[in-house]
């Protein structure tokens, strides 16, 4: 196995549902991880209903060459109070929640719930502005941008995408791209996703910072 030195080499890191796991050999993952340049992991538990929120959640642990974490992803955000209470990590788990139309994010960005990231505030219609992205900023909430949106609707999810993330620039909030895999093909190599970061205008700089792991 390759020797990678964390504290000299960049951090990359994704967010994969959990299910990845159970696909291959932890072994195997961990080699095609580090292949693909990502030395920090986050299996993504998803929160459907009120019995997901009792649910044992194992991850792999993490080794010399890879940092393997927690997540949880919710998809209704009335159960984040369950999901909080069953939590007895020392260290909170990351919690992203998916995005809705503008009035539900809103809702989700006017108060810190919780939540770390809201993923993927797409619509068709706009459902992010300005005022989400000051609530954003203001709340310590970073938006997250599953990668797999802007294959599966390019159109609607780029033009957005790119509204979106000129505000957050300028409103410097924080952002997160995440390749939301649940298999290993589905994996996104470090180098397309840098490229297209870059049709979005963001100079390398930033985009290495955005791909770099940093505990909110």
Do not use: W
């Not at 030395?39 to 010399?64: G, H």
């Not at 007895?88 to 539900?104: E, R, T």
């Not at 505000?167 to 791209?177: G, N, Y």
Request: hydrophobic residues 40%.
């Amino acid at each position: 196995m390759v020797e990678i030195n964390l504290k000299q080499k960049q951090e990359y890191i994704d967010f994969v549902f959990e299910e990845i796991i159970d696909k291959d050999t932890i072994e195997n993952i961990t080699n095609i991880f580090i292949s693909l340049k990502i030395t920090t992991v986050y299996f993504m538990r998803e929160i459907k209903q009120k019995s997901d929120c009792s649910l044992e959640f194992i991850v792999p642990k993490s080794t010399d060459e890879i940092i393997f974490k927690k997540a949880y992803l919710i998809y209704d955000l009335s159960l984040l109070p369950n999901l909080l209470q069953k939590i007895n990590d020392s260290n909170k788990p990351l919690i992203l929640c998916y995005g809705g139309d503008i009035k539900q994010n809103a809702s989700l960005l006017e108060k810190n719930r919780g939540v770390d990231i809201l993923l993927n505030p797409i619509s068709n219609k706009l459902a992010f502005d300005t005022a989400s992205s000051n609530l954003a900023k203001a709340n310590n909430i970073t938006i997250g941008f599953d990668l797999n949106l802007f294959r599966e609707k390019p159109y609607l999810s780029i033009k957005q995408a790119r509204f979106i993330i000129f505000l957050l620039l300028k409103d410097k909030v924080e952002m997160k791209f995440l390749s939301c895999a649940r298999k290993i093909d589905e994996l996104i190599d470090l180098e397309i996703t840098k490229s297209l970061l870059f049709n979005f205008k963001l100079e390398k700089e930033t985009i290495n910072r955005l791909l770099t792991d940093g505990e909110k």
